[in-house]
């Protein structure tokens, strides 16, 4: 007999991922090449060609004892160092490699972090639309979380709505930037109040409020966005990392989580996140991985791929009569769907091989969300179902 915690995440089970099993139906049925699943964020772009190389190079080159053994449950210290240094230098920072935990992921960071932060019974605050998966994450721990709207049209947090929310059992925040599902990113502005916000909080109840970036988009934006690192603006403050998209890894589950230097109780936090890592049973980051990656610091994936995906998407749905948030990161679309039944339209759309998810998964309920990390053909192949679509709504 399973446990009634796990009965209900059970009968809850991804959204996203049931859609990307019936896109495999659908395949059987229709064939792969008239089955359009913008359902899950697969990254399609190829990583950067000094991966394989420096795996390579590693395993013929490096004593196994070095590359495959246990270390430090933070990972090893000479990776940590260069992860430190490379932050340093772009984002004029000052930390060390005892400011970082190797994570399986930035969900494994997520996970250590909340495991070190949350008693029964405290809140996390999320703005919706939020990664499903955070609602999870958070009662792993028997924390509750607290869903927080944002702007109907831009998806920026309301600081009034945030700041009547905020109270003595508030511990963390968890902010997503570029964001999964809509594509904005954060301005600077926003992290200013935000900050602001917390700082007033934390004097008004005397407690320490967490704000936690949630970052494996980092990387993915366009038109020259200006992503703000929240190190820089907030002393308590975490960024949990993944090399998932950056690197189009995401099956290697290799990030980190950085802790800001001024952060309450430092050392006592870091020593948790090291064992949190242990107990949780990852033990520690995958080891052949911590050392590519540390080798691969300044590559990147094209982008540009995914720019052109947004905008042929984008332009099409919009001049066909869809309204959305242009995205300005991630590889995410997130539209307005034209009826309230956001689940239903969904249905709607796999009567034309579409295969989206609906933003009710997103707690966003009215929106579906698509995910462009796709082949630029089939993008394009997809625009006469899109059609079919808009005309059965009599949009544009």
């Given at each position: 007999m399973i446990s009634n915690k796990m009965k209900d995440l059970v009968a809850n089970s991804s959204i996203i991922r049931a859609m990307f099993e019936e896109g495999k139906r659908l395949s059987d049925?229709?064939?792969?090449?008239?089955?359009?699943?913008?359902?899950?964020g697969n990254p399609n772009v190829a990583p950067p060609e000094n991966i394989k190389i420096e795996i390579n190079k590693i395993l013929s080159e490096t004593a196994p004892k070095l590359v495959h053994g246990y270390m430090n449950n933070s990972g090893y210290e000479d990776v940590r160092s260069k992860i430190a240094d490379h932050l340093n230098k772009k984002h004029n920072i000052n930390i060390s490699f005892n400011n970082i935990v190797m994570t399986c992921g930035a969900a494994g960071g997520l996970n250590i972090l909340l495991k070190t932060l949350l008693n029964?019974?405290?809140?996390?605050?999320?703005?919706?639309?939020f990664f499903g998966e955070y609602r999870?994450?958070?009662?792993?721990?028997?924390?509750?979380?607290?869903?927080?709207?944002?702007?109907?049209?831009?998806?920026e947090p309301d600081m009034q709505v945030l700041k009547n929310k905020i109270n003595s059992k508030t511990k963390a925040i968890i902010i997503n930037s570029p964001n999964n599902p809509t594509g904005i990113v954060y301005s600077e502005k926003v992290i200013q109040d935000l900050s602001k916000l917390l700082s007033e909080k934390e004097e008004e109840f005397g407690t320490s409020i967490?704000?936690?970036?949630?970052?494996?988009?980092?990387?993915?934006?366009y038109d020259n966005a200006f992503v703000p690192y929240i190190l820089k603006y907030y002393k308590n403050s975490?960024?949990?990392?993944?090399?998932?998209?950056?690197?189009?890894?995401?099956?290697?589950r290799i990030g980190y989580v950085v802790a800001n230097t001024s952060v309450d109780c430092f050392d006592d936090i870091m020593t948790s996140l090291n064992v949190a890592n242990r107990i949780l049973g990852f033990v520690n980051?995958?080891?052949l991985f911590q050392r590519v990656i540390a080798n691969c610091l300044e590559s990147e994936v094209d982008v540009s791929i995914y720019q052109k995906n947004r905008d042929l998407l984008y332009n099409h749905l919009t001049e066909i009569g869809f309204k959305c948030v242009k995205p300005q990161g991630a590889f995410y679309l997130?539209?307005?769907?034209?009826?309230?039944?956001?689940?239903?339209?969904?249905?709607?759309?796999?009567?034309?091989n579409l295969l989206l998810v609906a933003?009710?998964?997103?707690?966003?309920?009215?929106?579906?969300?698509?995910?462009?990390?796709?082949?630029?053909?089939?993008?394009?192949?997809?625009?006469?179902?899109?059609?079919?679509?808009?005309?059965l709504y009599k949009l544009k």
């Open positions: 049925i229709y064939g792969e090449e008239n089955v359009f699943d913008f359902s899950l029964p019974e405290d809140e996390v605050i999320v703005f919706a639309p999870n994450y958070v009662n792993n721990f028997d924390g509750k979380l607290v869903v927080v709207s944002t702007d109907i049209d831009s998806f967490f704000l936690i970036s949630d970052e494996p988009y980092r990387e993915i934006v975490f960024v949990g990392y993944s090399y998932s998209k950056s690197l189009s890894l995401p099956g290697e980051a995958p080891s997130f539209m307005r769907t034209p009826i309230a039944d956001d689940k239903k339209f969904c249905e709607d759309a796999k009567e034309f933003g009710s998964a997103f707690g966003c309920p009215g929106h579906a969300r698509l995910s462009y990390c796709l082949d630029y053909k089939r993008i394009q192949n997809s625009l006469p179902a899109f059609d079919k679509l808009a005309k």
